[in-house]
C-alpha cells in the first residue's frame, strides 16, 4: 500500500512538532554573543600580552553591553536565521558587519577620550579575530545543534525525479541545521526506483495538490520544487494551485551546471534574465587574488619556516634521496606545471608502481579509479604522515609565488587525468590550479572525478575574495583532521 495523507500524519507528528526558525536563529545568537565575547577577550589578551600594565584583562566585560550591537548587525545583514547561506557570503556577511561594529566602538571612544588607546588598540586586534572566531562558533552551534532532538525545519520538495532525489541527498548530508526534507510530492504514479512510498527514509506521495493542505494542517512553510520536467503551463499550474500557500518557496533551476550565487536578475522589457559573469576573467578580481595568495603566503612562510625545516630533516633522516622533487602536471590552459613536493616516496618509486600494477589485478584496479592507492607500499613513514596531513604540498608555496600557482583553485592534474575532465577541462583550467580547493575541503580523495568537476565548477561560477578564504579557512580544519588524504 502507497504511503497516503493519513499516514503521513502519523510519520510526521511522531518526529516534528516546530516548523519555525526562530529555534535555529536563538541558537545562532547565542553562538554569535559568545564569539564576539571571545573576539573582545582575544583583542585585549594580545594587548595584555604584549605590556601587562597597560591594561586590565578582566576590564573587557565592561564592554560587553556593545554585544548587542554586533547582534544587530548580524541581523541586518541577514544572517539570522542564516539558513541556506553560502559560506562566503556568510563570511563576507560577518567580516562587514563586525568591521562597522568594531570601528563605531573605537570611534566612539575616541570621541569621548580625544585619544587612541590602548583599549581601542585591543579592539583592532578583536577586529582581526572575530570573523574566524564567529564562523568557529557557527559551526560548533550546528554541531551542537545536529546532535540535539532539534529536526531542522521542515521543507516540502516538490518532485521524486534525480533532481528531486539531489536535493534530498543535500539537505540530509548537510552538516548545517536547516531545511530538512519531511515529504516528497510527485504526479508519477508509479513507484520510484524500488522503493513504494519513501526516499532515504523521507516519504512520497504521488498528488501536486496537497500542499493547501500540507500548510494548514501542519503550518510548513518551506516549497523546494524540483521538476525540471514540468511544462511551463504545468508549472504555472503547480506555483499557482500548490505552491503558492507556502510562505516559502524555491525553484531548483535544471541548469545547475551554469548557476551559481551571483547570478542576478536583469529586465529585457519584460523578459525575465538570468545574468553571471566569470569573475575570474576580470582584471581587477585577479589583482585582488594575486594579492591574497602573496600576502597569505609570505606572512604564513615566515611563520611556518622553522617547522618545514624540521620536516626537510626527517624527510633525509627517513630515506635516502633529496627532500624536494619536481612532480609535472597539466597547469592552467593546459600548460605543463612543475610542482613542488616534500619527497614522501622512495626512490625509484615509478619504477616500483609499474612492477605491482603488472602484478595486482586489485591493485591496478584502484589506481585507475582515482590514480592513488590507499596503502601505498612505496611511500615512506614520514611521508605517510605528511600525506595525511597534506604537509607534502606545503612547497608548492614556490609555485604560489612564481605565480604558476594560487592558494585556491583547480587541483593541477596529471596527463593520465586529463581525459577523466572530459568537455570541462579546458573551460575548468582556463585559471591558476591551487594548492587547495573546494573538493579537498569537502571530501579530498574519498570523492570521485565527478564530484570535483562539479565542485571545480561551482568555484569558477560562484568565485569571489571570500570563497577563497572560507576555502583556506576549511582547509585549516581538514588538515589537522586529515580527513580523505592518503
Known amino acids: 500500500m502507497g504511503m497516503d495523507l493519513s499516514r503521513f500524519d502519523l510519520w510526521y507528528r511522531i518526529r516534528y512538532r516546530r516548523t519555525s526558525s526562530a529555534f535555529i536563529a536563538t541558537a545562532m545568537i547565542l553562538a554569535d554573543l559568545f564569539g564576539g565575547m571571545l573576539s573582545i577577550g582575544t583583542g585585549f589578551f594580545w594587548v595584555n600580552l604584549y605590556d601587562m600594565s597597560i591594561i586590565n584583562f578582566k576590564s573587557f566585560v565592561t564592554y560587553w553591553p556593545y554585544l548587542p550591537f554586533f547582534i544587530i548587525l548580524f541581523w541586518m545583514f541577514r544572517l539570522y536565521p542564516g539558513v541556506s547561506l553560502a559560506p562566503a557570503e556568510e563570511l563576507r556577511h560577518f567580516t562587514t558587519a563586525s568591521l562597522i561594529t568594531h570601528g563605531g566602538i573605537i570611534l566612539s571612544r575616541y570621541i569621548e577620550a580625544t585619544k587612541f ?30 546532535r540535539s532532538p532539534v529536526k531542522g525545519i ?19 548530508g548537510s552538516k548545517r541545521m536547516g531545511y530538512v526534507p519531511v515529504l516528497i510530492l510527485d504526479h508519477a504514479p508509479e513507484p520510484v526506483a524500488g522503493d513504494e512510498d519513501s526516499y532515504r527514509g523521507i516519504p512520497i506521495i504521488y498528488d501536486l495538490s496537497l500542499g493547501p493542505e500540507l500548510v494548514r494542517r501542519y503550518n510548513i512553510k518551506m516549497a523546494i520544487i524540483a521538476m525540471p520536467e514540468l511544462s511551463d503551463d504545468e508549472l504555472a499550474r503547480l506555483l499557482n494551485y500548490s505552491v503558492a500557500d507556502f510562505r516559502y518557496n524555491v525553484l531548483i533551476p535544471d541548469f545547475v551546471s551554469v548557476a551559481n550565487i551571483w547570478m542576478s536578475i536583469r529586465d529585457f522589457e519584460g523578459l525575465l534574465g538570468l545574468a553571471t559573469t566569470h569573475r575570474l576573467r576580470m582584471g581587477w578580481n585577479l589583482a585582488m587574488k594575486r594579492a591574497l595568495d602573496l600576502f597569505v603566503v609570505i606572512l604564513g612562510g615566515l611563520i611556518v619556516m622553522p617547522f618545514l625545516l624540521v620536516i626537510a630533516l626527517l624527510i633525509k633522516l627517513s ?16 600548460k605543463a606545471l612543475g610542482v613542488y613536493k616534500f619527497r614522501s616516496m622512495v626512490i625509484n618509486a615509478d619504477a616500483r608502481l609499474r612492477d605491482m600494477l603488472e602484478s595486482d589485478g586489485e591493485l591496478r584496479k584502484e589506481w585507475e579509479a582515482n590514480y592513488k592507492l590507499k596503502k601505498d607500499p612505496r611511500i615512506t613513514w614520514i611521508g605517510r604522515w605528511m600525506r595525511g596531513t597534506s604537509i607534502d604540498e606545503f612547497p608548492q608555496i614556490f609555485n604560489v609565488l612564481k605565480g604558476e600557482m594560487s ?38 580523495s574519498d570523492t ?14 560562484s568565485w569571489s575574495i571570500w570563497l577563497d578564504l572560507w576555502v583556506l579557512y576549511k582547509t585549516v ?8 588524504a592518503y
Not at 572575530?130 to 560548533?140: D, E, F, K, Q, T
Not at 564530484?451 to 561560477?461: A, C, E, I, K, T
Open 477 to 484: 580544519g581538514v588538515v589537522f583532521r586529515g580527513k580523505g
Open 117 to 146: 588607546d590602548a583599549i581601542s588598540a585591543a579592539f583592532i586586534v578583536s577586529f582581526v579575530f572575530s570573523p574566524v572566531i564567529l564562523m568557529v562558533c557557527r559551526s560548533l552551534g550546528h554541531s551542537i545543534l545536529r
Open 319 to 334: 630515506s635516502p634521496g633529496p627532500v624536494l622533487y619536481k612532480h609535472f602536471r597539466v597547469g592552467q590552459n593546459g
Open 407 to 444: 592558494l585556491v583553485g583547480p587541483r593541477p592534474v596529471t596527463e593520465a587525468e586529463v581525459e577523466r575532465y572530459g568537455e570541462n577541462f579546458q573551460r575548468i583550467f582556463s585559471v591558476k590550479p591551487g594548492m587547495t580547493g573546494l573538493w579537498q575541503v569537502s571530501g579530498r
Open 154 to 172: 521542515p521543507a516540502v520538495i516538490f518532485g521524486s525525479g534525480p533532481l528531486g532525489r539531489l536535493v534530498v541527498e543535500q539537505l540530509l
Open 448 to 461: 570521485d572525478y565527478n564530484d570535483r568537476v562539479s565542485y571545480d565548477s561551482y568555484y569558477l561560477q
